[in-house]
């Protein structure tokens, strides 16, 4: 990529990157299974009658760390931990109406049977064109346009 770039200089107004056709799945198999499991109670030293607190625990660590990545990239759904029911509510709504406007004009499509939604080639057009126009400045696109 960074080749393609560095031969194209002139004509590069912005580079787009990121995972968005990544997509992790798999199980930790070795924990569906009842000897799975034992080993790693053994290998991180948690009796039986402690897992349901060893859980919980690594349940709010998981919660804690993906809470803060979402509040670092900005892409926190409720920026107040704790709003109110009918905040929380207000807020949801609202995602709902964008959502819905970016499929009526055929941004997005939902993914059936999942609550995820994937860019259309015209969306993925559109957020190309966007994220360009906030990258160009007047003297790139004077040099183009001579």
Request: positive net charge.
């Amino acid at each position: 990529m960074q080749q393609f770039v560095a031969k194209h200089a002139e004509r590069v107004i912005g580079a787009l990157s990121g995972f968005d056709r990544l997509v992790f799945r798999g199980t930790m198999r070795a924990l569906c299974s009842r000897s799975g499991l034992m080993s790693y109670l053994w290998a991180v030293q948690v009796r039986l009658t402690d897992f349901a607190a060893h859980a919980l625990k690594l349940a709010e660590l998981l919660k804690d760390a993906s809470l803060s990545l979402a509040r670092q990239s900005g892409r926190l759904l409720f920026n107040k931990a704790f709003a109110s029911k009918s905040e929380r509510h207000r807020q949801g709504a609202a995602v709902s109406r964008k959502l819905l406007l970016l499929r009526a004009h055929h941004l997005i499509r939902k993914v059936p049977r999942t609550h995820r939604y994937h860019l259309t080639k015209a969306g993925r057009i559109a957020v190309t064109a966007l994220i360009a126009a906030r990258n160009a400045n007047t003297q790139k696109l004077t040099r183009l346009a001579a």
